[in-house]
């Protein structure tokens, strides 16, 4: 979990000192904020104040929304939660209960497995990989991965507000084995296969390390000023970074099963 840098904590901070003093003349309310997730950024309207594991702060009543942002590495992820409010009387405390709900992300190697959730005697279809499942409380069961020629998997859901889930399947199975063993490599030289694998797997690493720096550098913006705009411009860079990523694994498990072919 990252924190903002000392220069633009100290940004912040005289910015809110010199907000908080223009309101000083307006009448205030307590507001008291219970949510699941106490590490959640608090904005009143476009005012961070602070985090919501504080639980009571003092707002203006010209206050018209609060919103909670998470502020985790896959915080561009998780939607804000945000509560209009009318904040009538001032002198009095106002109440809200602010959760977010629990996402479970869930990737496989290979892809287009089916995900299965087992949970309490009941089972139903989530998707097929990669999938992102939301709920609005945690999840108790497991997910039950299926992948033809592959053994089946079971990992426990988590209770995080966002679990990631990555699972390598191992093949298994009469028909895949006869599959493996049925095959021979080709005797042709295709040495070419080797660099292009290689080539595609350093070119696509530094793909995925570069768009992941672009996600951070506006994340950190993001957390700073709550901004939505940022948010679907981190999520785009997160997305480019998992394609390469994905690019990447590719251009390496071709190299692996050629030389494996060599043996």
Not at 66 to 85: C, D, F, K, T, Y
Not at 243 to 254: F, N, R, Y
Request: glycine share 8%; net charge neutral.
């Amino acid at each position: 979990m990252r924190m903002p840098g000392a220069n633009k904590s100290v940004v912040l901070c005289l910015l809110l000192a010199g907000m908080v003093c223009a309101a000083q003349g307006q009448p205030r309310a307590a507001v008291v904020i219970e949510t699941n997730y106490p590490e959640a950024l608090v904005y009143a309207d476009s005012l961070w104040l602070g985090y919501a594991s504080q639980g009571t702060f003092f707002m203006p009543t010209t206050v018209r929304e609060i919103r909670l942002v998470a502020q985790e590495e896959n915080g561009w992820n998780i939607s804000p939660v945000v509560q209009p409010v009318e904040l009538i009387r001032a002198d009095s405390t106002y109440r809200y209960r602010l959760n977010f709900p629990y996402y479970y992300q869930i990737r496989t190697v290979p892809f287009d497995a089916v995900v299965y959730l087992e949970q309490s005697g009941e089972r139903w279809r989530i998707g097929e990989t990669p999938v992102l499942y939301r709920s609005e409380v945690p999840l108790s069961g497991v997910f039950r991965i299926e992948h033809p020629g592959y053994l089946v998997q079971q990992v426990d859901a988590g209770s995080e507000i966002w679990n990631d889930v990555e699972v390598m399947l191992h093949s298994g199975g009469q028909e895949h084995q006869a599959a493996e063993i049925a095959w021979r490599p080709p005797r042709q030289s295709r040495t070419w296969i080797d660099y292009a694998a290689l080539g595609l797997a350093v070119g696509a690493g530094v793909a995925a390390i570069h768009y992941k720096f672009k996600a951070d550098d506006l994340y950190d913006q993001y957390r700073e000023t709550g901004d939505p705009d940022i948010r679907s411009r981190v999520k785009r860079y997160d997305v480019q970074a998992g394609i390469s990523l994905g690019a990447m694994q590719v251009g390496m498990g071709v190299f692996a099963i050629r030389l494996l072919l060599r043996r």
